[in-house]
């Protein structure tokens, strides 16, 4: 190869380095952008793993209580589910995994307002709506939060004992 192939024509046209010169910085930009982005979507999945992670946690936690047999752990618990149901970006899944918390105390709710609509009232007691247990306002608290935001419809009488007009 003589040097005039190495330095142009001759004629006053580049060489080769000189258009690696002019195209260096295109080239290094679509590097750096080629590294950037796959970094950038390795973060973001990193901080969603992590949110996601502390969230179930304290889920966990929450369902755990809601399950106890004592019942100022079962509406702490049925409480932070509350809570923790109102995040944004929790999708359908997550919240239905919550809904499990309300079925229980929401069925001996409704046995015992059936109940006391077939008991017949005696002279000696007569007949008192008690208010509902505050386990079964707190669940009916969750239901009425779970179906607003999964565009159920929640029944009337979880409603009302959620204190909320039917």
Do not use: C
């Not at 932070?80 to 970006?89: D, E, N, P, T």
């Not at 929790?90 to 079925?103: F, N, P």
């Amino acid at each position: 190869m003589s040097l005039l192939e190495l330095t142009g024509d001759g004629m006053g046209w580049p060489g080769w380095w000189e258009w690696l010169a002019a195209v260096a910085p295109v080239i290094a930009s679509t590097m750096v952008a080629v590294g950037i982005v796959p970094a950038g979507i390795t973060i973001r999945s990193g901080y969603t793993t992590a949110r996601l992670s502390r969230w179930w946690g304290q889920a966990q936690w929450a369902l755990d209580a809601s399950f106890s047999p004592i019942p100022e752990k079962q509406k702490a618990g049925l409480r932070l589910l509350r809570v923790l149901a109102a995040q944004k970006w929790l999708g359908a899944g997550e919240l239905r995994v919550l809904e499990a918390a309300v079925e229980r105390p929401l069925a001996d709710a409704a046995r015992a307002i059936a109940a006391r609509a077939t008991a017949a009232p005696t002279a000696a007691a007569p007949s008192i709506v008690e208010p509902p247990h505050e386990v079964a306002v707190e669940a009916a608290w969750l239901k009425v939060s779970l179906d607003l935001r999964l565009n159920q419809v929640t029944p009337a009488w979880i409603k009302e004992m959620a204190g909320e007009e039917p």
